[in-house]
């Protein structure tokens, strides 16, 4: 199969120096993050330029490590591996990351990710909106120690080593700190277009790249749909009558870019040289699985896994009228 | 290589050494039954001693769990005969381990480097390491032990015995396109090239989703250490536990993405081990209950 080449030109990642480079600039890794943080922490929806100012000094009993780390697009391997790239996959700017220790009690480790919009924190926070509503944030999800939650173009992720009562209070306790004076902020718009009929709770997710699609939904290994950077993507699952069916909306920047996303999909996933560029249209595939395909001005819309033809017909048709 | 799509899993046409390494296709494929049969062997100990209740692990279970894997893998009763078999006097061994995010229990390092120790190489020539002080990196080893956790990971599908690797290649990052699909680069470096006598895998805490980032509602008590000297059928067994306890934990079929394609790969690009279940056999000892394999 001659699939085209993954479009990786906007998410390559940073590739990492030899190893002398790579000393030198660790060294020089966190201070100059710094900087960047105090040159644009005026950003919308962030309470201060001061990074020493974002985090408390202490919350039930754990004190805050004197040292805050910062660690910016080209340095987010030296703190996180290839952990980074899920946020390289999203507008990423910074993280800042901040120790807090108790005698006697394991380490609560505090990150704060600066995303370019809402829009990109609300797409990192949806890799995992599970667990217990605390009310943190825009939304949040506290789960055996960890609390995630965004808000504005913040996500925070606060992790205790070991949670205790005492760990739980006290991460709870920093993420209402940390979410003190930061705006809200909208949104993806695309997900209003979701047809709410049948939609799972929780289940949707916003991303821009193949590489958050393949993690949330595997496709295929090129870059079949051509999502990039530019690219928005809903998806979402719906179970209707117990069927597990999922939507996938992207939008491009063009009706000319989502005409040939379209033909491309067509083309190389469903196999269809000849009528690639028929919309609506619903093929039966494999295991009596069914695939629903729509192109509507500049959005293309795809049903998987439907094992009904009426399933996929309805929530292709509920996309329709809601693009 | 072949590019794949979902299609190409749901219709077996990326079944054989591929598919059968990867999430989206059947998962009945049967180890193999007998030792004969298989080309490559990995044993999994467990036992529900070697966690705690508050998540750390007994150092003294998980020495002897690894003496005895080591010793059934090696054919020998003796638990220094068996780590002889693997490592000699006069190696220099590295044991590279997992340090960040997942990282490998201390417990576990203690008792590869006691391992090393009974196999006669002194204290001062085992290095342990990560990152810019992976052993074999700057200062060179005549042996690897690989010793990493074992984990999901949200760009590979799994992050653990090939990938544990990646550190070596000059440029680690360049390996991430196409879920990893080529780590199995790393493992060509000439530094290290050849050099793996053993793999072990610590499995006593794992985590089966969103890795390698810690997520403690993902991560489960298994107990479990796997050994080997074939790193992609060792991977092939952590895939298959991680993906089983996927589905146990939803209820429903949670398929592990993306594929861990760099499984495939190492198999059949690098010829680093096997990935197919029917010729890797498995032995399995000591505690059984929620064994996933």
Redesign the interface.
């Given at each position: 199969m001659a699939l085209c080449d993954p479009n990786r030109n906007s998410e390559a990642p940073s590739q990492r120096p030899a190893t002398q480079r790579a000393k030198t600039r660790a060294r020089l890794a966190a201070p100059l993050a710094l900087l960047a943080w105090l040159a644009t922490a005026c950003a919308p929806g962030l309470r201060s330029m001061n990074p020493q100012a974002t985090f408390p000094d202490e919350a039930n009993g754990w004190r805050a490590a004197d040292r805050i780390r910062a660690f910016d697009r080209s340095t987010i391997f030296e703190y996180m591996d290839g952990a980074g790239e899920l946020y390289l996959a999203y507008d990423f700017r910074r993280v800042l990351v901040r120790e807090y220790t108790r005698p006697g009690a394991r380490r609560i480790i505090a990150e704060v990710y600066d995303m370019s919009s809402s829009q990109d924190a609300y797409g990192v926070f949806t890799h995992d909106p599970e667990g217990e509503d605390v009310g943190v944030g825009q939304d949040n999800a506290y789960a055996a120690g960890l609390l995630c939650f965004w808000k504005g173009p913040r996500f925070v992720r606060i992790l205790a080593e070991q949670e205790t009562p005492q760990a739980r209070q006290a991460v709870i306790t920093l993420g209402r700190s940390l979410a003190e004076g930061v705006a809200e902020g909208p949104r993806p718009a695309l997900l209003n277009r979701l047809p709410p009929d049948h939609l799972a709770a929780g289940s949707a997710r916003y991303f821009h790249t193949q590489v958050s699609l393949n993690y949330f939904y595997y496709l295929a290994d090129a870059n079949v749909l051509r999502l990039s950077p530019q690219t928005e993507v809903v998806m979402a699952v719906y179970r209707p009558k117990g069927e597990k069916i999922t939507l996938l909306i992207v939008s491009y920047e063009s009706r000319r870019q989502a005409q040939q996303a379209y033909r491309q999909f067509g083309r190389l996933y469903l196999e269809d040289t000849a009528e690639a560029d028929r919309s609506p249209r619903i093929e039966a595939l494999e295991g009596g699985r069914h695939v629903g395909a729509l192109l509507k001005g500049q959005c293309v819309a795809l049903v998987f896994d439907a094992v009904s033809r009426a399933a996929c017909e309805r929530l292709l048709a509920g996309a329709a009228a809601a693009l | 290589m072949?590019?794949?799509?979902?299609?190409d899993f749901?219709?077996g046409t990326a079944a054989g050494a591929l598919g059968a390494s990867m999430g989206?296709c059947p998962r009945d494929v049967a180890f193999a039954a007998e030792p004969g049969e298989a080309k490559s062997r990995v044993i999994l100990i467990r036992d529900e001693r070697a966690m705690r209740a508050?998540?750390t692990p007994d150092a003294r279970v998980v020495e002897t769990m690894l003496n005895k894997a080591v010793c059934r893998l090696a054919g020998k009763d003796d638990p220094a005969a068996a780590w002889k078999t693997y490592l000699h006097p006069d190696d220099t061994v590295g044991i590279k381990v997992t340090l960040?995010?997942i990282s490998t229990h201390k417990e576990v390092i203690d008792a590869v480097r006691a391992g090393a120790q009974k196999a006669g190489v002194p204290d001062g020539k085992i290095l342990v390491g990560d990152?810019?002080n992976s052993p074999g990196?700057?200062t060179p080893v005549t042996a690897l032990v690989n010793v990493p956790s074992l984990k999901a990971?949200?760009?590979?599908g799994i992050?653990c015995v090939i990938k544990n690797y990646?550190v070596y290649h000059?440029?680690?990052?360049?390996l991430?396109?196409?879920?990893?699909?080529e780590l199995g680069a790393a493992w060509e470096v000439p530094a290290i090239k050849g050099k793996t006598r053993l793999v072990v895998v610590d499995g006593l805490f794992p985590l089966f989703d969103?890795?390698?980032?810690?997520?403690?509602?993902y991560r489960w008590p298994y107990g479990g250490i796997l050994v080997g000297t074939d790193p992609v059928a060792v991977d092939a067994v952590c895939l298959r536990i991680l993906q089983a306890k996927r589905d146990a934990f939803r209820g429903?079929p949670w398929?592990l993405?993306?594929?861990p394609?760099s499984l495939a790969v190492a198999d059949t690009k690098y010829h680093l081990g096997t990935s197919a279940p029917e010729k890797i056999h498995l032995l399995k000892l000591g505690w059984d209950r929620d064994a996933f394999v």
């Open positions: - | 072949k590019h794949y799509t979902r299609r749901l219709r989206l508050d998540n960040y995010m990152r810019g990196k700057d990971h949200h760009m590979s992050g990646i000059p440029q680690p990052a360049s991430h396109p196409d879920s990893c699909a969103k890795g390698p980032q810690v997520t403690p509602k429903e398929p993405n993306p594929p394609k």
